[in-house]
């Protein structure tokens, strides 16, 4: 319809502006990460900029914690035997890579005592588990990681909460959605982010969105926000983990180098050539 020249730039950098307005408005900035890397892949552009701009935002890798003592299951032992890391080691392993990662984006992270879904005994033995139903009996872990972090305390004005879409459907981001919409709804300025790299699949968002929607949930776009600035430093982040990145990245690149995953990170980022985006919702007004 709008064929003027440089137009559409106009409009996006002045539409990019007001969404810097709106990332550092909050004085306080808190991600929520299911796993280690979570938030790197998903949202370290978002994050390395609020740090650029002295907000020093908080990384909490919520499912941060290993086995519990007894016998390991066979899923468990693949899983390390895919990341190449054993028992002793895994959480040790993977806290390093989270930190060096934090490192660059100038994030601060904090690691919280959930087990990883793998280690809950023997709720999740396959994929299919992993990226299905939650089991029932953990209906109240949504509520406990609230609790952890305050977010069932009175509403903070001076906070925003970054949770996981759950795209992809793993069930512990799957509790992290459920913690972030509970904090919504009681009035937490919460900003979902579209979960990596499960959500190049355009589908992932799609079938997301449908079914919040079903349940009473409507999301709406809180904010694109570029991340070209900031996007090699999410880049560099993301390799950090050398323990995930190849399992990760095996549906998107057979060779996991650092030029294929940019190339497919940025194809999925590019709201318009050029400028990269992080892209977030939140609920829409009852
Ligand atoms: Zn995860």
Redesign the pocket.
């Known amino acids: 319809m709008d064929t003027e020249p440089g137009r559409a730039g106009d409009l996006a950098d002045r539409s990019v502006r007001a969404d810097a307005d709106l990332l550092l408005g909050p004085a306080w900035h808190r991600f929520l990460s299911?796993?280690f890397?979570?938030v790197s892949i998903s949202c370290g552009g978002t994050a390395a900029l609020l740090a650029a701009n002295d907000h020093a935002p908080e990384v909490c890798v919520i499912f941060a914690e290993g086995e519990r003592p007894g016998p390991q299951t066979a899923f468990v032992a693949e899983q390390h035997r895919r990341w190449r890391l054993d028992a002793e080691g895994v959480i040790a392993g993977r806290r390093r890579e989270e930190t060096a990662a934090a490192t660059i984006l100038g994030t601060v992270p904090r690691f919280l005592t959930f087990p990883d879904a793998i280690y809950r005994g023997t709720r999740y033995l396959d994929d299919p588990h992993l990226f299905g139903d939650v089991a029932p009996d953990e209906a109240a872990l949504p509520a406990e990681i609230a609790s952890a972090l305050g977010l069932d305390r009175p509403v903070d004005p001076a906070a925003r909460v970054y949770a996981p879409l759950a795209l992809g459907n793993?069930v512990?981001?799957q509790h992290l959605l459920r913690a972030g919409l509970d904090a919504a709804r009681s009035g937490w300025d919460v900003w979902f982010y579209e979960?990596l790299p499960y959500g190049l699949d355009p589908a992932t968002l799609a079938t997301r969105l449908d079914s919040l929607e079903r349940d009473g949930a409507r999301l709406v776009p809180a904010s694109s926000v570029d991340v070209s600035a900031t996007w090699r430093q999410k880049i560099d982040a993301i390799m950090c983990y050398a323990s995930q990145v190849p399992v990760i990245f095996r549906h998107v690149t057979t060779v996991p180098s650092r030029d294929q995953i940019d190339a497919a990170m940025r194809a999925y980022a590019e709201a318009m050539p050029g400028i990269p985006v992080e892209r977030y919702w939140r609920l829409a007004p009852a």
């Open positions: 299911p796993h890397d979570d793993h512990d981001h979960d």
